[in-house]
């Protein structure tokens, strides 16, 4: 018998895995085909493919014309669900919680490091702390307290009725009215460990493709960059430990506010055994508070290893022996207390100082040792990190600032509410109003949105400048073209502007700065006066007089018109997908990076989109033995860059990066150095295949890698894109091409030719076998289409 003839076999497979960038789009766009379907994965997150190419492995022909396209589509992550944009609301904790990340890079400084870490976890807590103490001034100091224990101001509210000094009800004793209303802040915090929680579930919980053991298993695995570490998107654990932390804290708020001014009277003149009772409750608060910060403190992130535990007994009994605590102290102040009357207003004054200069005092720690960080590194000189490395404490101020305009806000609108057409805290309306440094905090925004138009208008005669400047420059670039000043002037405009970006650095520092000296003269202001400004400077000159007052009165409209419009943006997003869209976009840049300071801050979406690609790309290469090319735009180029550190070596060696309109150096080289800067994006150059960035100077978001020709692999960056393609009117393109700036990279022609040649570089793919002759109309029925 003759031997059998070998199999005949076709092109290898290739692949082009596209993912999206900031705002999302449609699978349908993506792939330019209105006929999809969803190859793996959900409604949240999932790859797609045109209908056509569903079973494109077993046609090897359909590999001769290129790629196969599938596009991953990730935005329902962040922007699906219209409840989402609520999360503004908690935009003081994604702030803070970006500081975390924000390290200058360290060499042998693992102490500086850990402490690093330990000082914005503090300055997160106090977040948590600030927000159940606003939520406790409301509830308990200016309604049960103040209102309810004012005849005026409750007979105006007869929803209070019950709680009133004049109606003599059980409820009327002012122990009680805190106990009941201690159920608003305390549900606060419930809410907050529930979101957590259900996020928590899903997104913390995705493992990465290589199990438990070290990045690659080889004896360097400890020198490999920090996202290519198996447990950097994988914090399970840490997550768990900080959310029992910021559950307790916010319970022992609530609990320390209720039973404090029961123990305050009991102290004054009420009996012994409530003296007793009162102390040891305190005691037992103080235990707990050290507790809470001894968590906080203890442990950072387990990035070198997948941690699968969970401190099952401190997630549980934390929260727990807090809410115990809380349930306690309800109990201790609604003991009959006859003659207790509420005059005056609870001490929030002095817990508001003290966590305003906590904060402080954290910031400037935390800026001493990211100085020093910065100083030691061996390139700091030429490295091009934000504000010298101080990037992370004033963002850390940042987080501080837009805490305290949520919560001075709320305050100073209820108060508003409450008193009538009198102003708070003059002494006109039935409440005395919020503590005093609140209004102090209010009255230097003034100051410092004028302090703001400094920079504001230097930006704004520079940028003007600027595109004056370049519009020669733009005509000898389009060298041949008859000159139009007006296309030229627009084409110059568009450059000017994308500058902008890099001069967001100096607007943040000065904001931080600025906003750090206004507080501190805010607390000296309350300390010294002890009482609202409006009142600090009375008998003074006339002119001082009058600033003061307006200030007060306008910072006081101003902070509260802070928080209102968070309420109405989240709002709003219920009911306008494009502004869902927008608001989409801040969570797409802000909630990257996985909650490693703040529990409470949205999760972040890269610990499910990082795991589904990389294992995307490790089971299509396995399977098929193809080349892949991924390629990113904006967003989406952080995101696959951070898969392919995922991969191990052998799938590293079959994939291919394509990034375009990229702000991995531009935005987060600059920002975030420790895990983004010069060293990190030279070691992915090396371990990658081949890599190839796309680029226009028109581009606000995009920029260069500014990584070399190194080990035999070229230059990454492509030279700058011509934007608009064309100047003028041509036979090929009759009408004017617009300024495409971040959008429409794949219009290029360019795009086609560096993806061709990506794929060109990596090594042959393994030959598919050809499958018996079958017809269209089965193949093109299979699947299930969405379009």
Known sequence: MPPASPQPTGPGAA???????????????????????????????????????????????????????????????????????????????MVVNLAHWMRPPAEGQAAMVRLYG???????????????????????????????????????RSWLGFLSVTQGGWWAQPGR??????????????????????TWSAYEAQRPPRGGQDVDATPDARLRPALGRPGFWYGRRLVARLRAAHTAAGFLTVAAAVAGAAARFDRDGGSTTREVLGRALEGALFVGAVTVVWVVCRRGRSERRLDNRVDRALVTWLP??????????????????????????????????????AQGTLVLALAVVALRLHRRTPYARTTRTVLYGLGGPAVAMLACALGGVMTGGIAQRVADWLDGPATPGTGHGPIIGP?????????????????LLVPLLVL??????????????????????????????RIAAVRARAALTDAAPVVVGIVSGATLLLGAGAVAGSWLSGTVPGKAFTGMHPVIESVAESAQALGSWLIGFGFILFVTWGRRAYKDPSARRTIGILWDVGTFWPRAAHPFAPPCYAERAVPDLAWRMSSWTGRTGGRLVISGHSQGSVLAAAA????????RRRVALLTYGSPLERLYGRWF????????????????????????????????????????????????????VVYGRTDEHPLPEPVLGHSDYQADPVFAKERTVLLDRLPPALPLPVPPQRTDEAYGSSGRSSG
């Open 673 to 724: 150095p420790a895990y983004f800067g010069p060293a990190p994006l030279a070691a992915l150059h090396r371990e990658v295949h081949c890599w190839r960035n796309l680029w226009r100077r028109t581009d606000p978001i995009g920029g260069p890698v500014n990584l070399p020709a190194e080990g035999g692999k070229p230059e990454v960056d492509h030279k700058a894109l011509r934007d608009p």
């Open 177 to 198: 009215r805190l106990a009941l209303a201690a159920l608003v802040p305390a549900a606060l915090v419930g809410l907050l460990w529930y979101l957590s929680n259900r």
């Open 460 to 489: 704004a005669v520079r940028t003007a400048h600027t595109a004056r400047r370049l519009a020669p420059v733009v005509e000898a670039e389009y060298e041949g073209e008859q000159p139009d000043a007006v296309r030229t002037r």
């Open 118 to 156: 330990v000082l914005v976890r503090l300055v997160a807590l106090t977040l948590t702390v600030l927000l159940t103490a606003a939520a406790c001034e409301v509830a308990l100091d200016l309604t049960a307290w103040q209102c309810a224990g004012s005849a005026r101001c409750a007979e105006e």
């Open 15 to 93: 692949l082009e895995l596209l993912v999206h960038g900031v705002g999302g789009t449609t699978p349908q766009e993506m792939l330019d085909d209105p006929r999809t379907t969803r190859v793996t994965g959900d409604r949240t997150a999932a790859m797609y493919r045109r209908t056509v190419d569903l079973h494109a492995e077993k046609d090897p022909e359909r590999f001769r014309h290129g790629p196969v396209p599938e596009a991953y589509c990730w935005c329902n992550l962040t922007s699906g669900n219209g409840s989402r944009a609520l999360w503004l609301l908690l935009l003081p904790f």
């Open 435 to 451: 503590p005093g440094l609140l209004s102090w905090q209010a009255s230097v925004i003034p100051v410092l949105l004028l302090l």
């Open 320 to 357: 727990g022996g807090s809410l115990a605590l809380l349930a306690l102290a309800a109990l201790y102040a609604a003991w009959s207390r006859p003659v207790w009357r509420s005059t005056g207003t609870l001490p929030g004054d002095t817990a508001f100082s003290v966590i305003t200069v």
């Open 644 to 651: 392919v550190w995922q991969l191990p070596a052998g799938t």
